[in-house]
């Protein structure tokens, strides 16, 4: 199974910081990541696919990229609704697997 | 507009069985591969299972933890996606959501889901 290690579990930001958020694959996974915000009470919402694809109608706000089994989730200027979970998730092999999460909040 | 509705959720002793059902509209259901994603309460996402599409003759993926006493399934008439659940354990409680499954480059990751059934397994 590839096991995806999401780093850091939380952090806290002020209003227009720009936020990373990183996810290591434990084996090589080419594109096939994913990335998903998830407000509380809501359902995962879709941001990102093959690492740095744009899902439609996600803000540009928003940037994916990979470095070997890195990815990382770029938020170039944080805003309150950005208050949420984020998740990673490779889509390369069975097992699909999830990243554990990092929950942003607002300073 | 894509919508996906989950219900059968509910509460369930352990070792019980239960039904969930996925009603999806807006799109065409049957060119799509299925999943469905559990979290547990204050826990993170967790993938269950997965149908492929007519194409790949409705094949099926399962999460090791649930291999043999789950059971995905769907009816492309009905537009509907389904998870059979048997020998229900304590650590099966959890809100499931269905996914639609979304592809690129032959690889299938999700885009849309719904809001969830919640299950709760106890006694």
């Known amino acids: 199974d590839i096991q995806m290690t999401q780093s850091p579990s939380s952090l806290s930001a002020s209003v227009g910081d720009r936020v990373t958020i990183t996810c290591r694959a434990s084996?090589?996974?080419?594109?096939?990541l994913a990335w998903f915000q998830q407000k509380p009470g809501e359902a995962p919402k879709s941001l990102i696919y093959d690492a740095s694809s744009l899902q439609s109608g996600v803000p540009s706000k928003f940037s994916g990229s990979r470095s070997g089994t890195d990815f990382t989730l770029t938020i170039s200027s944080l805003q309150p609704e950005d208050s949420a979970t984020y998740y990673c998730?490779?889509?390369?092999?069975?097992?699909?697997?999830f990243g554990g999460g990092t929950k942003v909040e607002i300073k | 507009e894509v919508q996906l509705v989950e219900s059968g959720g509910g509460l369930v002793q352990p070792g019980g069985s239960l039904r969930l059902s996925c009603a999806a509209s807006?799109?065409?259901?049957?060119?799509?591969?299925m999943d469905w994603v559990r979290q547990a309460p204050g826990k993170g996402l967790e993938w269950v299972a997965r149908?492929?599409?007519?194409?790949?003759?409705?094949?099926?993926e399962y999460a090791a933890s649930v291999k043999g006493r789950f059971t995905i399934s769907r009816d492309d008439s009905k537009n509907s996606l389904f998870l059979q659940m048997n020998s229900l354990r304590t650590e099966d409680t959890a809100v499931y959501y269905c996914a639609r499954g979304y592809v690129s480059r032959g690889y299938w990751t999700f885009d849309y889901w719904g809001q969830g059934t919640p299950v709760t397994v106890s006694s």
């Open positions: 084996q090589g996974l080419d594109n096939y």
């Open positions: 998730q490779q889509y390369n092999s069975y097992p699909l697997t």
């Open positions: 149908t492929r599409n007519k194409a790949k003759s409705y094949t099926t």
């Open positions: 807006g799109f065409t259901f049957s060119d799509h591969y």
